[in-house]
């Protein structure tokens, strides 16, 4: 199934407002639009009563005796890096795969940042990293979703190495969003993500219908979709109860992770129509 980007129009009616996480005891001060949070050295002023004296330069002071205040230019270009998991599982759907999902989620990032001359970086990964290098110009996304849609969904992921790898990848101030089922390990998912504090995480959880809600009982034949293992089992209601229950607590095990790094998360259903999940995503107070 070809990856739908007939939403992106749908987009124009959102307005995506990327919160830059300034890490710094320092706050630019606000006199004009062209100053603001921001980790960069502008210039000096001389102190006036009200400023804030956070903010002034003690050692300026010593050599002329007078108070100077920091001037600190906003970091406006914060890069956008958009992650989907490509291995087999992510391959599973009735309707839509989850790949086909996650990679629809990703592309809206990519158009909303696009269209607010955002920079961003597209990327998918299996055993490793692959990074996208997308041309600039109208037709980038395009050239992005040709790729998706040749891409081969399959083997093994190595979520851990490759979030690990990818750290030399992020030189500045950064909104990192990774779109899988995340049906790993939560200690994985900690020592991969704890790289990351620096910078803001968004967590996209993407699952099938079913995976989220087990209705499945009797003998029946499962495959591993990443390693092909086939295995005939029994599945009573006890046991698809067990399962529904340990999803969940799953689910809330990587909510807490993201959000005690400073991130945010998002879990939804493939059936889940694109918009409702882009209102979800930028609903206020998110970013």
């Known amino acids: 199934m070809a990856i739908d980007v007939n939403f992106f129009r749908m987009l124009d009616r959102f307005q995506l407002a990327i919160k830059k996480k300034v890490h710094s005891n320092y706050q630019g001060l606000r006199e004009s639009s062209q100053f603001g949070q921001g980790l960069v050295f502008k210039d000096y002023r001389e102190y006036v009563p009200g400023d804030d004296t956070r903010y002034l330069d003690w050692k300026v002071y010593a050599r002329t005796g007078k108070f100077f205040i920091k001037r600190f230019e906003e970091e406006r270009n914060l890069m956008l890096h958009i992650i989907v998991d490509a291995s087999g599982s992510m391959n599973y759907g009735e309707n839509v795969t989850k790949f086909d999902y996650?990679?629809?989620?990703?592309?809206?990032?990519?158009?909303?940042?696009?269209?607010?001359?955002?920079?961003?970086?597209?990327?998918?990964?299996?055993?490793?990293?692959?990074?996208?290098?997308?041309?600039?110009?109208?037709?980038?996304?395009?050239?992005?979703?040709?790729?998706?849609?040749?891409?081969?969904?399959?083997?093994?992921?190595?979520?851990?190495?490759?979030?690990?790898?990818?750290?030399?990848?992020?030189?500045?101030?950064?909104?990192?969003?990774?779109?899988?089922?995340?049906?790993?390990?939560?200690?994985?998912?900690?020592?991969?993500?704890?790289?990351?504090?620096?910078?803001?995480?968004?967590?996209?959880?993407?699952?099938?219908?079913?995976?989220?809600?087990?209705?499945?009982?009797?003998?029946?034949?499962?495959?591993?979709?990443?390693?092909?293992?086939?295995?005939?089992?029994?599945?009573?209601?006890?046991?698809?109860?067990?399962?529904?229950?340990?999803?969940?607590?799953?689910?809330?095990?990587?909510k807490e992770l993201a959000e005690s790094l400073g991130g945010d998360f998002l879990a939804v259903t493939t059936d889940t129509p694109i918009y409702d999940t882009f209102y979800q995503i930028l609903k206020p107070g998110r970013f």
């Open 102 to 254: 996650a990679s629809m989620v990703g592309l809206g990032f990519a158009y909303m940042a696009m269209s607010n001359n955002e920079k961003f970086i597209f990327n998918t990964f299996t055993e490793t990293m692959q990074p996208f290098r997308s041309r600039k110009g109208v037709n980038q996304l395009m050239n992005i979703v040709d790729y998706l849609n040749k891409l081969d969904i399959s083997g093994k992921s190595k979520f851990k190495e490759s979030l690990e790898s990818y750290k030399n990848y992020i030189t500045s101030k950064s909104l990192i969003v990774i779109i899988s089922d995340f049906l790993y390990d939560p200690e994985e998912l900690k020592e991969a993500l704890g790289r990351y504090r620096k910078s803001q995480l968004f967590i996209i959880q993407v699952l099938d219908p079913g995976e989220r809600k087990l209705n499945l009982h009797g003998d029946l034949m499962l495959e591993d979709a990443e390693l092909g293992v086939k295995l005939r089992t029994f599945i009573s209601r006890r046991l698809a109860q067990k399962y529904n229950d340990k999803l969940e607590t799953h689910i809330a095990k990587i």
